[in-house]
């Protein structure tokens, strides 16, 4: 990489909507049970966005923060990884940008459902290689709950609203906080093991409202998740030229801390270096690799100097990852 055009974390915010709501509520309404959702899943509750709250309004609480942490409102284009835009046409960052006073800049939706925030520091990454941007907001942000429907027990409890963002900045390869390799794939012949049938251009209108939510084929999507995160983690260290022992934290896509233990382990990585924040936000999507580091920063797990290995996987399918160094960097 050319000096000074390598993409640098230089900011980082988090934003939960207040609302929590832990299993007992749940089973209260659907078939099911805090042991079943606890032991299958790990999460014990997650936030719920209310009506009145969009995807809009959590990624600019989110952005807002990521640039008080960055110490500067200064940014030259937003990318907003989402798959819950508030409206199918337009994207939804420009109004993100409007929202954080921003209204100008360049700004542009990155759809990759749960591996969207990676794909978004990617495209971020090349704008500041192209020399076209110096200073890029990246959100990832999404109301899932929106997606679930009520009654379906399989993708109910799973999915959390939430966002979370990073500032990055032009700077050099060698510096704490720049982006290091990246791992992006993709496999469209499997979109619909996770899929929303209706809404679409495919099928704009159907009469069977629940073509309207989510459908998951929950055990395939855990065996994909685990094979392909764990190989795509492999493919970024061997082009890093490090190995599994150098990794400090490992920061996976929070779907399921069973696919996080199992893809760990799968790697040889001691459970120590895993950050799972899943139990208190469940299955958040493009919002959920910020949101871990900004609450393994919070609570001193995730520290300067760290090596941090970042990987997701997502409906389309798509999967990827990346490496990075933590800088001093704090929520802000
Ligand atoms: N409560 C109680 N029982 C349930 C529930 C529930 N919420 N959901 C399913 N069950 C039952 C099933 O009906 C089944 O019963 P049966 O044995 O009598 O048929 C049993 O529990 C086991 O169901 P499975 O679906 O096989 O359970 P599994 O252990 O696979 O866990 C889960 C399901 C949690 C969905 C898991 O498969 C998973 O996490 N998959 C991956 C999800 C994921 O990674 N998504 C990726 C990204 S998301 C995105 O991109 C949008």
């Not at 496999?187 to 679409?200: N, S």
Request: hydrophobic share 45%; net charge negative.
């Amino acid at each position: 990489m050319q000096k000074g055009h390598s993409a640098v974390v230089a900011g980082l915010g988090a934003w939960l909507p207040p609302r929590v709501v832990d299993n007992d509520e749940l089973s209260r309404s659907l078939d099911t049970s805090d042991e079943w959702i606890r032991t299958r899943t790990g999460i014990r509750e997650r936030r719920i966005a209310d009506a009145d709250t969009s995807t809009v309004d959590l990624a600019v609480q989110a952005g807002g923060n990521a640039l008080r942490s960055a110490g500067s409102d200064v940014v030259d284009a937003l990318v907003l990884a989402t798959s819950t835009a508030d409206q199918l046409c337009p994207a939804s960052a420009p109004q993100v940008a409007s929202g954080l006073g921003l209204s100008g800049i360049a700004a542009f939706d990155v759809n990759a459902v749960c591996s969207g925030f990676l794909y978004a520091l990617a495209t971020a990454g090349g704008l500041i290689a192209g020399g076209i941007a110096n200073r890029v907001l990246v959100i990832g942000a999404d109301v899932f709950s929106r997606l679930c429907d009520p009654e379906d027990r399989s993708t109910l409890p799973i999915f959390g609203d939430g966002a979370g963002a990073v500032v990055l900045r032009a700077g050099d390869a060698d510096e704490p906080g720049a982006l290091g390799p990246i791992d992006l794939h993709s496999d469209g012949e499997l979109a619909d093991l996770l899929i929303v049938p209706a809404g679409g251009a495919r099928q704009r209108v159907s009469a069977e409202p629940h073509d309207y939510f989510l459908t998951m084929q929950g055990t395939t999507v855990f065996r994909h998740a685990c094979a392909r995160m764990a190989e795509s983690a492999r493919t970024v260290l061997e082009r890093a030229g490090q190995d599994v022992a150098d990794v400090d934290r490992f920061v996976g896509h929070q779907a399921n801390l069973r696919i996080l233990q199992a893809t760990a382990k799968q790697l040889g990585l001691p459970e120590d270096r895993v950050v799972a924040n899943i139990a208190r936000t469940g299955n958040t999507s493009a919002a959920s690799i910020p949101l871990a580091l900004a609450d393994a920063c919070e609570d001193g797990s995730l520290r300067p100097g760290h090596r941090v290995l970042m990987t997701a996987f997502g409906a389309g399918l798509t999967w990827g990852s990346t490496l990075l160094t933590w800088p001093d960097v704090k929520p802000g």
